[in-house]
């Protein structure tokens, strides 16, 4: 069998120490990479190490906020003295919370904004520096499909997706204009079950949850992983409900407004009560616990996305379309003579 792509390929992951990020680097390392893990949970962190190495990779913790641009650039110098020049950076990290806008402090909103817009950008700049001069590499951001279509309760977190997506358009263009080879692209993830519904700081009188459908986080994982290895695209979507979504949000976006409207906050609460945990927004939630990749949704999770295998074989899947349309035609034409 070929060696992937990504085989002995330095790949650093921010937020690796659960949920999509902790996702990510399994598959990363199932890939044979060296895998640079960013977080600031020592135990996730370590947990999620030994997951690389199991899988077949490399994996080297460094921890660090990466809402702090000096710990980002320091870690990344570290990383390339340590495992070699960084190939692909994947920002994946983020803190928010649940909450009518009125009832966040601006101390909270101001924080969630720093971890989950700020830490893409710090991130995106510190690989910038290291990659641009070599003229190579690629730059992923895991974005969410509330980059495009906003949700009640989730103010702070879809500010900020949608914010990462405009500075990556922006910073895209600019690389074009200079002819760079280095390369950025961004995977718009469905409703996915993860920690975060445990540890994201909550205000509402009931648990949170992901909008159904729920994928699980090696579905999103795979997606990541795989615009990592073909960035050629800007932009990917997984998740036949991210489409819908996107979609709909092009096609008619007042009316997905007032359907929000009626069915947004409901739909994003279960019946149990708040989780008693500490919120991971000013502290990691992972220090002295292992969480894992997955939430607490498993019953509901779905394992694939017909949608992704399209959207990674479309050229592939159009030429088989088009040859059995052409041999449509051709069989009718015999018919009619």
Not at 289 to 316: E, I, V
Request: hydrophobic share 45%.
């Amino acid at each position: 069998m070929a060696p992937h792509i990504l085989q002995d390929r330095v790949v650093v992951v921010t937020g690796a120490s659960g949920g999509v990020g902790r996702a990510v680097v399994r598959e990363l390392g199932a890939k044979g990479a060296k895998v640079a893990l960013i977080a600031r949970g020592t135990t996730g962190l370590g947990a999620a190490a030994v997951d690389v190495g199991a899988a077949g990779g490399v994996g080297q913790v460094y921890e660090a906020d990466v809402a702090d641009y000096e710990q980002v650039r320091k870690a990344a110098e570290r990383i390339e003295a340590e495992l070699g020049p960084i190939d692909v950076w994947i920002n994946s990290a983020f803190s928010s919370v649940f909450a009518r806008f009125a009832d966040i402090s601006p101390e909270e909103y101001e924080r969630a904004t720093a971890v989950t817009y700020l830490g893409y950008v710090w991130g995106t700049k510190v690989a910038l520096d290291l990659m641009r001069p070599r003229n190579r590499g690629t730059i992923v951001q895991t974005g969410s499909a509330l980059a495009h279509r906003a949700v009640p309760l989730q103010s702070a977190y879809c500010g900020a997706k949608h914010a990462i997506r405009g500075f990556t358009e922006s910073l895209r263009t600019e690389l074009l204009a200079e002819g760079s080879d280095v390369r950025v692209t961004m995977v718009q993830l469905p409703a996915v079950n993860t920690p975060q519904f445990d540890w994201v700081l909550s205000k509402l009188r009931r648990h949170p949850q992901p909008v159904p459908p729920i994928y699980q986080p090696e579905v999103a994982a795979r997606g990541v992983v795989y615009a990592a290895a073909h960035p050629e695209r800007k932009e990917y979507w997984v998740g036949g409900t991210t489409a819908a979504a996107l979609l709909a949000q092009r096609a008619a976006p007042a009316l997905v407004d007032r359907y929000l409207a009626r069915t947004g906050v409901q739909a994003q609460q279960t019946d149990g009560q708040p989780s008693s945990g500490a919120a991971n927004l000013w502290e990691p939630a992972d220090e002295h616990q292992d969480h894992g990749a997955h939430g607490g949704f498993d019953d509901r999770g779905h394992h694939r996305s017909p949608q992704l295998w399209l959207s990674q074989h479309r050229r592939s899947v159009m030429l088989t379309l088009a040859a059995a349309a052409a041999a449509g035609a051709a069989a009718l034409m015999r018919k009619s003579r």
